[in-house]
Each structure stands twice: as structure tokens, then as C-alpha cells.
């Protein structure tokens, strides 16, 4: 979020006129459709490569519900 708002902060005033515009809500859609590049261009620029696998790790462990005992609309229960 920090990055986020550092970035809506610099980017606002460069068009005055239109300033009011570029409104929160939008402003993070956009961020966070395009928080990927972002963070590939600051680990290119760093030299930090990862692999496939480190990224299959990160997304088997973000992808997995963390409320064991919800019921689930329309698909079967997880035990």
C-alpha cells in the first residue's frame, strides 16, 4: 500500500485538470492489475531472480483457503 500510495501521489499532479480523475477505487484496480510488472521491474533493477518453482510455491500457499470449516456454494466440502 505504501508503494501504492507513493506512486498515486506523483502520478495525480502531473495532469491538474484531470486530477480528480484519478479517483482511489480506480487507482487501485489499476495498481493491482499491474503490481506484476512493477515488481518484476524492481527485481530486475535489484538482480533478484526467482524461479518457477519458488513462484509455484508462492501461489500453492496464497491459493489455499485459510477458512478450513466454510461452507462452499456449489462445490463439495473440504474435510
Same mark, same amino acid.
Do not use: C
Given at each position: 500500500? /505504501?508503494?501504492?500510495? &507513493?506512486?498515486?501521489?506523483?502520478?495525480?499532479? %502531473?495532469?491538474? #485538470?484531470?486530477?480528480? =480523475? *484519478?479517483?482511489? /477505487?480506480?487507482?487501485? &484496480?489499476?495498481?493491482?492489475?499491474?503490481?506484476? %510488472?512493477?515488481? #518484476?521491474?524492481?527485481? =530486475? *533493477?535489484?538482480?533478484?531472480?526467482?524461479?518457477?518453482?519458488?513462484?509455484?510455491?508462492?501461489?500453492?500457499?496464497?491459493?489455499?483457503?485459510?477458512?478450513?470449516?466454510?461452507?462452499?456454494?456449489?462445490?463439495?466440502?473440504?474435510?
Amino acid at each position: 500500500m /505504501l508503494v501504492s500510495r &507513493r506512486l498515486y501521489l506523483l502520478v495525480r499532479p %502531473r495532469s491538474p #485538470e484531470k486530477a480528480p =480523475r *484519478f479517483t482511489h /477505487l480506480r487507482w487501485a &484496480r489499476v495498481f493491482a492489475e499491474k503490481s506484476g %510488472r512493477l515488481e #518484476e521491474s524492481i527485481l =530486475r *533493477f535489484l538482480k533478484i531472480e526467482h524461479t518457477a518453482m519458488e513462484m509455484f510455491l508462492v501461489y500453492e500457499s496464497q491459493a489455499l483457503d485459510p477458512n478450513v470449516k466454510r461452507h462452499r456454494l456449489g462445490g463439495p466440502r473440504v474435510p
